[in-house]
């Protein structure tokens, strides 16, 4: 099997992928940058995003799994204590996977230059770039829905539920529900401008698509990926064709995920 890690650039990050790379390859495992079957990631959930998108045109050949050295680890299955087990088990067993759904984002111009399509694990946030308010039309499946102004929008996967989407009031969704969420950043309402004011759940067959209604430079962050873009004709998201791979040598059910993550250290463990 061909396999790759990325490390975060701290010094206990690197001594693990160091040691990981060791012994695999004395497993006659063969490590490959171009084209692995596992991408481990060392590090917190930034590395794990920054894996994925390193990758993520492998995404039919290609698992992903987690060892936690960061502040955050909900997309990580084990701790560095278990390195000696995860090392064994990966070169001993073959893995099972898991899929989770991704968020696809279409960004088209008015200039008519080709089309920008990303994939993101976690979330997609629309802001402007200067900080003034944010004015979208949103349409919901061909039809107009509202009209937003606010600080910006954010929209999710259900695994990035619990990211930014949590902190902004937003329901966190089971990722064997195919859907996407879009939660208000600080909307405001008044006689001109009126949102729902909940986070809204769309299942796979709707697409939203945000609409500027006056002509600003937008903050668009993929992930944790940010880039300016002007002259935006309109923002088109949907749950992608695509999954996200995840490779499983043990049951780690996801809300036990959100539990360890959000509620207590426990080690209880329930089923899927």
Not at 49 to 67: C, K, M, P
Not at 111 to 118: F, H, I, Q, S, V
Not at 220 to 233: A, F, G, M
Not at 240 to 257: G, H, I, L, S, V
Request: hydrophobic share 35%.
């Amino acid at each position: 099997m061909k396999f790759v890690i990325v490390s975060r650039d701290d010094n206990r990050s690197k001594t693990i992928k160091a040691t990981m790379k060791q012994y695999l390859t004395e497993f006659d495992l063969e490590y490959s940058k171009e084209e692995p079957e596992l991408v481990i990631s060392v590090g917190g959930d930034g590395t794990f995003l920054e894996a994925f998108h390193r990758y993520h045109h492998r995404l039919q050949e290609t698992a992903f799994i987690g060892v936690h050295t960061g502040h955050l680890g909900f997309y990580a299955d084990y701790t560095p204590d278990e390195l000696e087990k995860l090392i064994i088990e990966i070169a001993k067993t073959p893995f099972q996977t898991v899929e989770y759904p991704l968020l696809e984002v279409i960004i088209r111009s008015k200039t008519g230059e080709k089309e920008d399509r990303l994939l993101a694990l976690n979330e997609v946030m629309i802001k402007t770039a200067d900080g003034s308010s944010v004015v979208l039309d949103v349409e919901i499946k061909g039809e107009h829905f509202e009209t937003f102004r606010g600080d910006g929008i954010c929209i999710s996967t259900p695994s990035g539920s619990t990211a930014y989407n949590k902190a902004l009031g937003g329901a966190i969704i089971h990722p064997s529900l195919e859907a996407i969420q879009l939660t208000e950043m600080a909307s405001i309402n008044n006689r001109v401008f009126r949102t729902i004011g909940s986070p809204l759940i769309l299942p796979q067959h709707h697409t939203c698509m945000l609409r500027p209604m006056r002509d600003s430079s937008f903050l668009i962050s993929i992930d944790h990926y940010t880039n300016t873009y002007s002259e935006v004709k309109s923002i088109q998201c949907r749950v992608a064709k695509e999954k996200a791979r995840f490779a499983r040598f043990r049951q780690f059910p996801f809300w036990n995920r959100v539990r360890d993550s959000f509620v207590s250290d426990g080690n209880y463990r329930m089923g899927e």
